[in-house]
């Protein structure tokens, strides 16, 4: 077997010393045997380093031959051509001796595995002594670990596990190997690693650096991060070290080059340590040095990335720190906003609850203004924290800011004062109170937050005048008690006046604008100077006080309504009828007597003016709030209180007794307005009623009662506004003619008629009483409803007394040239008339002294139509007694009596009465139907309530008997007796009332042929 077949078939693993010696000693050809030994790539480190050796001590004999060669080559290239330098002579060379070039390149090869077999036994050295180091460390940890556990683990362990293997290191780049040390954290093998092969990694050493992971922390790979030249402003190159001293000739740059040039793409493989790139680990070849700015470029980058891809705000600002060591340029700035958000995560308060945490980033930071940064570094502070987070995190903070401003040239010596101010005038009440309260002038100008006195009164100004709610009380007089204290100087009262003018005036809403905000405020106090806003705080003081009485009695109001209702009678009566009528933290009204003088003694209290400062009642007298106060109690419904205190304290000089009847009438006329139901019994109607028991009992407190038991009766009768709705109080009291509520409770109960004594007593509740016209229209109201039933008797009846009514109304000189009066006859004689001509009524003579009463009453025009009317029922009436005398007549046995007739005044009368009669037209029903009873009752009779002659012609004729003043009073009493000259055994005759109806007649013939009503 060949030597050549006998070494191929031979596996790596089987290879050992002695058996390479044996296999390659005796090959005489050392090209073959340094090809042979290069192309064995090995696992154990002492068989490789044994191929390596043998390769290139059998190569150094083939070498040297070259050289040799190459003299006398390069003197005949010398001849032939003197402008051929070495360097092309070696290229010449290698092109036409292709073994001896392979040769070189083999060698190249060789000396290359060599450094790297010993570099990867040092970095197998270093990870074996960092392996131990770490575990140490860790057992100097764990003080509770058993030594002799820790010894058996020791020797049960196999030990570090190495990154990759001999073979793959020398297989593969050393770029690679490097960037799998820096994913890996083996940082002192990768030192080693660069310090011995720096030719081949320093143009990669950023890429090497990208692989290094961004958690880990900066100090334990710093060796390995660039630095910059002051000076030059360049990169700095680190030192290396190499395993040689000098380079074997193969590896001088000439015969590199020219073993490039001369070479197949094969060759050049085993030349170029082959660059294998991936997506995660992109190789970027650099190989000149980096300008400072670049340096500064890749650590921005780098700490970005570190911050944003893992949050470790310690590692990127230490990466940060060293590189600023390092003289990189313009790290400052990003240095400071590191150091500022690294405050922010692991100084500033952080909530208890997780789910609030915010994660944040470089990024985030740079995209937030400096008020929102100051927001988010006292977010979690508290009342106890706020200055203390103020003083460490938020002042160093606004320092960076102003020298920030200051290295741009665009200083800015209000910055700090600014931003801290904004804060301060939109924070919570309180973290304000704590931030004055360590602000107070007594302290250390150096620990005060708000160092400027006049600052502080500004801004405590702006803030609780600029509070557009209502707050807690107390904690704003705690911002008083921080303010400072100037004197009293009296002198600028003037002044102080024109500010607190000017103040009402900025504070005023109007169309185009809201009111002010607390910066708006803060802009309008700056200019002020300290004598007027010593005088504002006194306002202040003034305005407090008066807040925290309005707050007690359940009407708080912000701070800014004292501004602006200062001189606003209407604002200051309003909120102190709200006070009365809401007293008490939950607004319900009060029991307690007491409280009640408390809140009328708080009431007075708002009226003072003390030394210029207006309270929040000033523009009202101590009379007018004790009224207000005394409604207010009264529309409680504590009635109780309201009887005690009129008459005692201080209240009793104001509560005269006019003064109380006034109030009582006024309270209760509100509550029956506003009650949902008319029942006196419950709700607002039963308040209504007892409140007018406070006031001593008067005509007017007496009408108002009934008024309420008249609304509260005709309730229960469930009379309706419209069909479902009940009427409301409010409609009852706004009726103007209350007849028509008459009217509608007797349209709307089918019996109500039938009691005419509760009929006219509501009516004389409603305001009636006395009012004989009135009665008499009620009344006839009764009839007409009683006619529509067809009880004639109860309508009968109900004209009697409507008579009596009617001829004391007559009588009543007063009022007898009144409308109302004229109204009311004209009802009595028109119902009388309309009762007394009904067919169905069959009581002869009952209706012929209805319709006498109509003679009585009813004007000279519209006699004849009731006399027509009349003598229609007597002939009626007549004829009827013949037929029963006849019949009686026929049936007697024996003897005949003379038949009785008409006496001669009645024929005279009746003959007149036909005469005249022959044009009666009857009185028109034509009104429409109303909605009411009133306009109900009224359309069925022949005559308006409202005293209108509707009849046809009968308007005429009353007009003209009202014109000729006859009256015919005489004839109607004639009638009133029943026409007493008609024989009828039902009737008796007197001398008296034959007289009076001859009388009648006489006036009533006279009247016919024109005589003179004076005669009459």
């Keep these: 077997m060949s030597f050549a077949k006998k070494w191929s078939e031979t596996k790596d693993d089987e290879l050992n010393a002695e058996l390479i010696a044996e296999l390659l000693e005796d090959v005489s050809d050392d090209i073959w045997v340094t090809a042979a030994c290069a192309e064995r790539v090995v696992s154990n480190p002492e068989v490789a380093q044994v191929l390596v050796k043998t390769g290139l001590r059998r190569s150094t004999r083939v070498i040297e031959s070259i050289k040799g060669s190459l003299a006398s080559y390069e003197h005949i290239g010398e001849t032939e051509d003197s402008a051929a330098g070495p360097e092309q002579s070696l290229q010449s060379y290698f092109r036409i001796h292709e073994r001896e070039r392979r040769l070189c390149i083999l060698r190249q090869l060789l000396f290359d595995r060599l450094d790297r077999i010993q570099t990867f036994l040092i970095m197998e050295n270093a990870i074996q002594a960092a392996t131990a180091e770490d575990e140490r460390e860790l057992e100097e940890d764990d003080p509770w670990a058993d030594p002799e556990e820790e010894e058996e683990k020791e020797d049960s362990s196999p030990g570090p596990k190495a990154s990759f293997t001999l073979f793959e290191f020398l297989s593969q780049p050393l770029v690679d190997s490097a960037i799998i040390l820096a994913s890996e954290q083996r940082f002192r093998a990768l030192d080693l690693l660069q310090s011995y092969h720096d030719a081949a990694l320093f143009p990669y050493r950023f890429s090497i650096l990208d692989a290094i992971p961004l958690s880990a922390h900066p100090s334990e790979y710093h060796h390995l991060l660039p630095a910059a030249d002051y000076e030059t402003n360049m990169e700095i190159k680190p030192q290396r070290s190499s395993w040689r001293e000098k380079p074997d000739w193969v590896e001088e740059t000439s015969v590199v080059d020219a073993l490039r040039a001369t070479s197949t793409p094969e060759e050049l493989a085993w030349l170029d340590d082959m660059e294998v790139s991936d997506d995660e680990f992109p190789r970027v070849r650099k190989d000149s040095l980096l300008k400072s700015e670049e340096l500064t470029d890749w650590y921005t980058r780098r700490v970005e990335s570190t911050d944003s891809q893992s949050g470790l705000l310690d590692t990127a600002l230490a990466l940060l720190q060293h590189g600023a060591s390092q003289g990189v340029p313009r790290l400052d700035e990003l240095g400071e906003d590191l150091i500022l958000l690294d405050r922010l995560v692991y100084e500033a308060p952080q909530p208890s609850d997780p789910s609030l945490l915010t994660d944040w980033s470089l990024a985030r930071w740079r995209t937030m203004s400096p008020p929102e940064v100051i927001k988010a570094y006292l977010a979690f502070s508290d009342f106890e924290s706020v200055a203390e987070d103020i ?113 009402a005036e900025f504070v005023a809403p109007s169309a185009s604008r809201d009111a002010p905000s607390a910066e708006e405020l803060f802009i309008f106090f700056k200019p002020l100077p300290a004598s007027a806003l010593s005088r504002l705080l006194d306002i202040l003081d003034s305005h407090l006080e008066g807040a925290e009485i309005l707050d007690k009695w359940g009407v708080a109001t912000n701070l800014q309504w004292f501004i602006l209702s200062r001189k606003d009678e209407g604002q200051q009566r309003a909120r102190a009828v709200r006070m009365s009528r809401r007293s008490g933290d939950s607004g319900e009204a009060l029991e307690d007597e007491q409280e009640w003088r408390d809140l009328l003694e708080d009431m007075l209290k708002l009226t003072a003016k003390r030394e210029g400062n207006k309270s929040a009642f000033c523009m009202l007298s101590r009379e007018e709030i004790t009224r207000i106060f005394f409604t207010g109690l009264l529309s409680s419904g504590n009635f109780a209180v309201a009887k005690r205190i ?58 108002e009662r009934e008024f309420i038991e008249a609304t509260s009766k005709i309730c229960s009768f469930n009379v309706m506004t419209r069909p479902g709705i009940s009427i409301t109080p409010l409609e009852i009291r706004l009726t103007k003619d209350r007849l028509e509520l008459i009217a509608r409770v007797l349209s709307s109960s089918e019996d109500a008629y039938k009691h005419q004594e509760v009929i006219l007593d509501l009516a004389h509740k409603l305001g009636f009483k006395n009012d004989v016209a009135a009665e008499v229209k009620i009344l006839a109201m009764l009839v007409e409803v009683a006619l529509q039933h067809e009880d004639f008797m109860r309508a009968q009846a109900t004209c009697e007394r409507m008579m009596v009514d009617a001829r004391r109304l007559r009588s009543d000189m007063s009022i007898s040239q009144s409308t109302h009066h004229d109204e009311a006859l004209e009802v009595a004689w028109r119902c009388c008339y309309q009762l007394g001509r009904q067919s169905e009524f069959h009581d002869t003579p009952a209706k012929m002294r209805l319709l006498g009463f109509a003679i009585e009453l009813c004007p000279t025009d519209n006699t004849l139509d009731i006399l027509a009317a009349w003598r229609k029922i007597e002939a009626e009436d007549i004829d009827e007694r013949k037929k029963r005398s006849a019949a009686r007549a026929a049936a007697r046995p024996t003897g005949k009596r003379r038949e009785t007739g008409p006496s001669l005044l009645q024929v005279h009368a009746g003959a007149a009465a036909g005469s005249l009669l022959k044009g009666l037209r009857e009185f028109s029903q034509g009104q429409e139907a109303a909605t009411h009873m009133l306009s109900r009752v009224t359309a069925n009779l022949p005559f308006s309530l409202g005293g209108g002659n509707t ?66």
């Design 391 to 503: 003083r460490r995190l938020v002042l160093p903070y606004l320092s960076v800011l102003e020298a920030q401003a200051e290295r741009a040239k665009r200083p800015d010596l209000e910055l700090v004062n600014r931003l801290l101010y904004d804060y301060i005038l939109h924070a919570p009440l309180e973290l304000v109170v704590a931030i004055f309260e360590s602000s107070k002038a007594d302290m250390q100008r150096s620990y005060r937050i708000v160092r400027n006195d006049e600052d502080v009164a500004r801004l405590a100004l702006a803030y609780v005048y600029g509070l557009p709610r209502i707050t807690d009380w107390p904690m704003m007089s705690r911002i008083f008690e921080c303010q400072p204290d100037w004197g009293d100087d009296r002198d600028e009262d003037d002044e102080a006046y024109a500010t607190l003018t000017s103040l």
């Design 951 to 1016: 009849a046809s012609g009968g308007g005429r004729r009353s007009d003209e008997m009202e014109r000729s003043g006859s009256s015919p009073r005489d004839f109607g009493q004639l009638f009133s007796r029943n026409l007493a000259g008609t024989p009828s055994p039902r009737h008796h005759v007197t001398d008296e009332v034959a007289a009076t109806a001859r009388h009648a007649l006489a006036r009533g013939m006279g009247w016919l042929i024109g005589g003179d009503d004076d005669d009459r």
């Design 646 to 703: 009129k008459g005692r304290g201080s209240a009793a000089k104001y509560l005269t007794g006019p003064v109380v009847e006034e109030l009582c009438l006024n309270v209760s006329r509100e509550l029956y307005d506003n009650a949902s139901s008319g029942n006196m019994h419950r709700g607002d109607m039963k308040t209504a009623y007892e409140c007018l028991t406070v006031a001593t009992p008067s005509p007017k407190v007496q009408a």
